[in-house]
């Protein structure tokens, strides 16, 4: 017959597994939650560009272009790492947008890290272009 006492001993035993258990889960690395993020395309003082202009972001991120200003706009993408050309025409909206607020976007899902860099095609030549990092 077990005593009160060592009933209450056996308790906390299970109790402070439960607690160390917990928290060794809490220090385990788990991924990060993906991001999306959000780069106006024109900005809010009508300038021809992206803002931001360059945007870090990690694998599994989805960056999304919304529609601001003196558009119209689109997204084209030219360097992407390794001069992957399927991928950068997947990463592109080459369509252009008209229409106030609308949005694009691209989910940076099993792409490569690095360096990707994008246009739009109307406005170019003004220096409206982007830069999305992507981290490993
Ligand atoms: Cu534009």
Redesign the pocket.
């Known amino acids: 017959m077990l005593s009160v006492s060592s009933l209450v001993k056996r308790l906390q035993l299970v109790l402070l597994s439960l607690l160390i258990g917990l928290g060794v889960l809490a220090f385990l690395p788990h991924p990060a939650a993906a991001e999306t993020y959000t780069v106006k395309?024109?900005s809010d003082k009508a300038q021809?560009i992206f803002d931001p202009p360059s945007l870090t972001i990690n694998q599994g991120d989805t960056v999304q272009w919304v529609n601001n200003k003196?558009?119209?706009?689109?997204v084209v993408f030219d360097k992407v790492p390794g001069g992957d050309a399927a991928l950068a025409a997947k990463l592109s909206h080459k369509a252009l947008l008209t229409a106030p607020k609308q949005v694009v976007e691209s989910a940076f899902v099993d792409v490569p890290a690095g360096e990707y860099t994008y246009y739009?095609t109307?406005?170019r030549g003004a220096g409206?272009v982007g830069k999305i990092i992507v981290n490993g």
Do not use: I, S
């Open positions: 395309m024109g021809l003196v558009y119209p706009h689109n739009c109307p406005h409206m």
